[in-house]
């Protein structure tokens, strides 16, 4: 098909096709989702856009693709490695994609999310500078079809309660996991956090699982201001996957290991993986409370953490607040009201 199509130079179509298959990271669900027509369209479109990079002459690499439909959706986007935050001004589609599918989703149509990490040769060159080799991220959503649509709130058997791919390919040991940690979702209000050890990847790189369970559109943003979080700490996370479950439970799966090749936030210091999971999984309960605020950017920048902007977004409402409850008499006399900023000013 892809060869028909005469998009790709011949000599080019398995190299492309082996490319898209086998370095993305991409997960067997998507191919077995996916049509034929669909597959060769997306692999045409990464060739394309691989082309214009090249073709930018003094600008790094970067591709970025987009498909969405009523019932599932693609992200492919291209960062340098470094500060993950040095995007936040991107295509911003992790914030998209909650937005459309997650946030905005009805209560009888939900939707899962897979996410991949890794990095890329896009040109298939050898690189003049390793450390510029781009990082790809690949998001795909797809709408849940759960074997129960309409179960009791405190329902927690996983065989009525789950989509259908889920249960197909999940393995025993997230079972278990899930399991556990519905059966405390369901009966709490806040978030649920659980960090276990992952026998997952290269023996040489440890990496830990760090599972969230809530109650489904209680922190809209939460998807995205997760990453925010374990990227201010140094952490990244190859692989994370979102599930929504029939019975308003929504858990976020994600595997996290120390970053080895990007600059720390600044006013952090070095710390093992252990201390990194540990003031992550501490400061959950906070991002879940205000996973927006009015300084997110500054978060997502690193140059205020997590606690600061909370801080901050706190300290901004209640000035607003006061001076809102001043009345028509205020809005008449602007010196007073100058009076009252400059001296709230000064106190913060």
Not at 126 to 151: H, T
Request: glycine residues 4%; contains cysteine; hydrophobic residues 35%.
């Amino acid at each position: 098909m892809i060869t028909a199509a005469q998009w790709i130079p011949v000599e080019r179509v398995d190299s492309q096709i082996e490319w898209f298959y086998n370095e993305l990271g991409i997960d067997d669900e998507y191919f077995e989702q996916e049509s034929a027509h669909v597959i060769s369209n997306h692999i045409a479109s990464l060739y394309a856009a691989k082309v214009a990079s090249v073709a930018r002459e003094g600008t790094r690499e970067e591709i970025g693709l987009d498909a969405e439909a009523k019932d599932h959706a693609i992200y492919v986007d291209t960062s340098e490695r470094g500060r993950p935050w040095s995007r936040s001004g991107g295509r911003r589609y992790e914030q998209r994609l909650e937005e459309k599918y997650l946030d905005g989703s009805t209560a009888n149509k939900r939707f899962r999310v897979e996410a991949y990490c890794s990095p890329t040769n896009l040109t298939g060159y050898p690189p003049l500078d390793p450390s510029k080799v781009p990082i790809m991220r690949c998001y795909f959503v797809y709408e849940c079809r759960f074997a129960e649509p309409n179960p009791s709130p405190v329902e927690t058997d996983l065989a009525r309660i789950s989509d259908r791919m889920f249960l197909a390919k999940t393995t025993k040991n997230t079972m278990d996991i899930y399991r556990n940690i519905i059966d405390e979702a369901v009966s709490r209000a806040g978030p649920v956090i659980k960090v276990f050890d992952s026998n997952v990847g290269a023996s040489s790189e440890r990496e830990k699982r760090l599972v969230v369970a809530f109650r489904q559109r209680t922190a809209p943003g939460m998807f995205s201001a997760l990453s925010d979080l374990y990227h201010y700490y140094d952490v990244i996370c190859p692989r994370k996957y979102l599930d929504n479950f029939s019975n308003g439970i929504t858990v976020l799966s994600m595997y996290l290991k120390a970053a080895t090749d990007s600059k720390r936030a600044p006013g952090v210091k070095p710390q093992s993986i252990e201390q990194s999971i540990q003031q992550i999984s501490k400061e959950i309960s906070l991002l879940y409370c205000i996973p927006r605020n009015k300084f997110q950017s500054l978060f997502a920048s690193g140059r205020l953490s997590l606690e600061e902007t909370i801080y901050a977004h706190c300290v901004w409402i209640f000035v607003q607040h006061f001076v809102n409850r001043l009345g028509n008499s205020f809005q008449s006399r602007p010196f007073i009201k100058m009076g009252v900023l400059m001296s709230f000013r000064s106190r913060i």
